[in-house]
């Protein structure tokens, strides 16, 4: 039977263009407010780069997907999140469900529950089984009772089973009836997957790209509205009511929306503060579409135009995020691209008189030299102002799986066994130092726009399909600077506080955008509007 398809058409300002979305058809409610049925997605191409990595030619993968969960004393609970790896190899972002991978037979199957008639009036329906198979390139679709008896008969033969981590491993295994050469492995699964999703597939981009394309339309919806917000949450609102009306129902993160201070606190979310007064709104929001993120950051003048202080700080974080993004390609290191971030930015605060060449000569400086910036560099000073890292991978996660190498792994001693995992890099004063002078004692080559290590242990060099976030920023966090380098002779030297009393109402200036690193460069899938686009919308012109 001929399905019916569905299609909107979409006007593109910036591009003076029409982009055409196509919708499979929605066959069941669930189907019709969960974007992740709206596309045919590509679990098996998964399942089988899943498989390269772990290096075996048998085997079953298992992985369960999230329940149904409330909260404590209470029988509502919190909106269902779909487990990521799960979802990566299966499509289905419903509940109930798992997934088995026989790598040996190349067959993937995906387990679902049966929803008897009795609760469709309560909760609705589920996907059939072949309404599951027509949205996913799954090898079969089952009803999760069976799911017992396969895994019974299946392991025995393929001799492995491959779980993410110890607490995954199936119940209802029977393991006292398996024969003694069987292996339980809960090791190797998990940086398999993580390897695989680092490089996206083209279905990968394709659902960030439209993350990020929503996203962008609304920073623009919320650059249109600014000027008549009284309140910090009237920016959030307005942010996620746009999101809402493209049917991106989920956030990839909380939304940070900062005014004045507020804006110098990274991961800022009450957005309850008024905005009458205030230089700035830092608004960091990304919508999440069929599961996969987006991560989006516009730095908006609250009354429609930027002080003296607030434009200067904006010109040197909008140089540092294009000098950064210009720089990538298959190969480059995203650690180069940090370094040359605080180069940037340290040339931009010895300009401007924040930043002193601290020698105790003449601290006048409106055109820093190569070596009066690399000189200041060295001491580390300028994380004050840009204390984290340049960016990190987005997938189905914002900050995504890095696989078997970070983007910038080396940290230095003074945070080894510090616990610290993050998925984003957070670089303190001591990493600085150490990554300068780590990068400074391997082997480089010199460009036209920066020094390149060209020593793959300094960070994974970026390949094509990886996408990642560039977000420079510089903030006047007051507590954060006056503790931990006001207070210190060393680094007190380096700034001058008359001069950095006139940028404590800044609060804060980021700039973010994902990049695709293609074949040849980068695709920038973030279009919201910045620099005098941004302004004039602000503006209503």
């Not at 798992?98 to 790598?103: F, K, L, P, R």
């Amino acid at each position: 039977m001929e399905a019916a398809v569905n299609y909107d058409v979409v006007s593109i300002d910036e591009f003076d263009a029409l982009c055409r979305y196509c919708y499979a058809p929605r066959v069941s409610s669930l189907q019709a407010t969960n974007a992740s049925w709206l596309f045919i997605t590509v679990a098996k191409e998964h399942a089988n780069k899943v498989t390269r990595q772990l290096g075996v030619k048998n085997g079953l993968v298992y992985l369960p997907g999230k329940g149904v969960s409330q909260w404590e004393d209470s029988d509502m609970g919190p909106p269902f999140r779909q487990r990521r790896f799960f979802y990566y190899m299966s499509g289905a972002n419903f509940p109930g469900c798992a997934v088995t991978y026989d790598i040996g037979a190349d067959n993937l199957t995906l387990w679902i529950p049966y929803t008897p008639p009795s609760l469709i009036l309560w909760f609705g329906t589920t996907p059939t089984p072949e309404e599951c198979l027509d949205k996913s390139d799954l090898d079969n679709v089952k009803y999760i009772a069976d799911l017992p008896n396969y895994l019974n008969s299946t392991v025995g033969e393929v001799c492995s089973l491959y779980v993410l981590r110890a607490e995954q491993i199936p119940k209802s295994l029977s393991l006292g009836l398996l024969k003694p050469t069987i292996k339980i492995d809960t090791s190797s699964l998990m940086p398999a997957m993580a390897e695989a999703r680092v490089v996206k597939s083209d279905y990968e981009v394709a659902m960030i790209r439209r993350a990020n394309d929503i996203s962008s339309a609304a920073h623009r919806a919320v650059c249109a509205g600014l000027r008549q917000y009284a309140n910090e949450c009237e920016a959030e609102a307005a942010f996620v009511r746009a999101c809402v009306a493209e049917n991106a129902h989920m956030q990839s993160y909380p939304i940070i929306a900062g005014a004045g201070p507020n804006a110098a606190t990274l991961h800022y979310d009450a957005n309850d503060q008024p905005i009458a007064g205030r230089q700035h709104l830092v608004l960091d929001a990304g919508a999440e579409w069929a599961c996969y993120a987006s991560d989006v950051t516009r730095t908006l003048p609250v009354g429609g135009r930027f002080t003296a202080e607030g434009r200067a700080v904006h010109d040197v974080v909008a140089r540092m995020q294009d000098e950064c993004i210009a720089m990538i390609a298959p190969g480059t290191g995203f650690r180069d691209m940090h370094l040359h971030a605080h180069r940037v930015a340290t040339q931009g605060l010895l300009e401007l008189g924040i930043l002193r060449r601290g020698d105790g000569g003449d601290d006048n400086v409106d055109a820093a030299t190569a070596e009066e910036v690399e000189r200041v560099l060295e001491s580390g000073v300028s994380s004050a102002f840009f204390p984290h890292g340049l960016g990190h991978h987005v997938g189905l996660e914002v900050h995504d799986v890095a696989g078997k190498q970070r983007l910038m792994s080396t940290v230095s001693p003074w945070t080894v066994g510090s616990g610290r995992k993050n998925k984003r890099d957070i670089v303190l004063r001591e990493d600085l130092v150490y990554m300068i002078k780590s990068s400074a004692t391997a082997g480089t080559t010199t460009t036209t726009t920066t020094t390149t290590t060209t020593t793959a242990a300094l960070g994974r060099p970026l390949e094509p399909g990886m996408v990642v976030t560039v977000e420079p920023g510089i903030y006047f966090c007051r507590e954060y600077i006056e503790a931990y380098y006001l207070n210190k002779p060393e680094l007190a030297r380096y700034i001058d506080t008359d001069v950095l009393d006139r940028y404590w109402g800044v609060g804060g200036v980021r700039i973010e955008d994902c990049i695709l690193v293609t074949e040849d460069g980068y695709e920038n899938l973030t279009t919201a509007p910045k620099g005098e686009e941004m302004l004039k919308i602000i503006n209503g012109k």
